[in-house]
């Protein structure tokens, strides 16, 4: 199974209602405006589906040029870019990862393993923790230190996550933090409304 996202799964107006309806981080909030006439830009340019629109602007370059051919302001364009780059998972180290010591870190890494990508994707066996935080690992901003946080906190897999309260979660997620003294930075009841709407997203496209 592939670590990544598939993009071509959700089609332009499955996007738009994601945009519409479920929790953006602040930064993104402003592509909720005018996305009516963008997106009808988007459709009768022949976009199809996110993989379409992460073609058509993964540069720079080429959303400056698009902007130029839509009429669709640049700005816009660009936050629209980083939305969608941001479901396609960056691999994480496996140093960044407390619960992999170091002797499986280095066995990993003999057999070619450097990143959660690599070992998610591998033919290896590892115990069930290892494979709980790999998988966790794929939704989006899930750092090595929060999918560790999570699957500490009884949150072992995507689809575990996508059934999660986010009530609870928090309060899970607060006194595992207490307990075990895994990340420095705040979480707030709004980071676990994020990660169950995209793991939910994940189970409605059949991607695990």
């Known amino acids: 199974m592939a670590y990544a996202f598939d993009l071509k799964k ?16 602040p930064s993104q909030v402003v ?26 602007i993964k540069s720079k370059k080429k959303a400056e040029d698009y902007s130029v051919q839509s009429e669709i302001p640049l700005d816009y364009l660009i936050v629209l870019r980083r939305a969608v780059s941001s479901y396609l998972p960056k691999p994480r180290k496996l140093e960044d990862y407390s619960d992999i ?18 070992l998610y994707e591998s033919d290896l066996v590892y115990n069930d923790r290892i494979v709980a935080l790999m998988d966790v690992s794929r939704l989006r901003y899930v750092s090595g230190t ?5 699957v ?3 949150y072992v897999s995507i689809a575990s996550i996508s059934q999660a309260n986010p ?5 899970d997620m607060v006194e595992t933090n207490n307990e075990h003294h895994i ?6 009841r709004n980071d676990m409304v ?5 793991a939910k997203l994940w189970i409605k496209y059949k991607m695990i």
């Not at 959700?10 to 981080?25: A, N, R, T």
């Not at 009530?167 to 309060?171: A, E, G, P, T």
């Not at 990340?183 to 707030?188: R, V």
């Open 10 to 25: 959700i089609s332009l107006e499955d996007f738009k209602g994601i945009l519409q309806e479920g929790y953006l981080i």
């Open 31 to 56: 592509l909720r405006e005018d996305i009516d006439e963008y997106f009808r830009i988007l459709e009768e340019d022949d976009v199809k589906n996110m993989l379409d629109l992460s073609k058509l």
């Open 101 to 118: 010591d170091k002797i499986q870190l280095e066995m990993f890494k003999a057999k070619g393993c450097k990143t959660s990508k690599d």
């Open 146 to 150: 929060f999918a560790t946080a999570l």
């Open 152 to 154: 500490k906190s009884g």
């Open 167 to 171: 009530d609870q979660m928090y309060k």
């Open 183 to 188: 990340y420095k930075g705040p979480i707030g």
């Open 194 to 198: 994020f990660i169950i709407e995209d």
